[in-house]
């Protein structure tokens, strides 16, 4: 029970803003971050909302399809997030579609809900984007942290 809640909780940190930090290994950085509303880290996510966040990366190969994975740590501990239909990355890429040819600057929209019940934690969310071989083409961390509606 404890890990579904948990799960729940992480769900929207995967999308954040203009304060992105690479991840480990060397995998391939994004040109730029943006995630709406904010503007220094940790980002906030707030319940009830969705964050849309704005990727832009160039591929250093071609890529075929390209799915996303976010893994989110909190509290000492690091779990996967499924992202159901919005980890198929090419049907949220702008301008372009997939495949994409080496070389190709592309823009990717990320949208994810914060629901109401998720827990308000302070947590890191690292967005993976893979090829069709499981290979990183671009992979960035954010810090942000779950808040209630100013009102």
Not at 104 to 128: A, C, F, G, K, Q
Request: net charge negative; glycine share 6%.
């Amino acid at each position: 029970m404890f890990r579904v809640l948990f799960l729940i909780a992480l769900v929207p940190a995967f999308a954040y803003g203009n304060v992105s930090r690479a991840c480990s290994g060397g995998r391939p950085q994004p040109t730029n971050v943006v995630i709406e509303g904010c503007t220094a880290p940790p980002c906030n996510l707030v319940r009830g909302q969705d964050v849309i966040g704005i990727i832009d990366f160039t591929t250093d190969r071609a890529v075929t399809s390209m799915t996303t994975i976010a893994t989110a740590t909190a509290l000492g501990v690091t779990t996967n997030y499924p992202l159901g239909s919005n980890a198929i990355t090419c049907n949220f890429l702008q301008g372009s579609s997939c495949p994409l040819s080496a070389n190709e600057d592309v823009t990717y929209r990320l949208t994810m809900p914060i629901l109401s019940i998720y827990p308000l934690v302070s947590l890191s969310i690292e967005i993976d984007l893979v090829d069709q071989d499981n290979n990183s083409v671009s992979c960035f961390v954010v810090d942000a942290q779950v808040v209630t509606a100013n009102k």
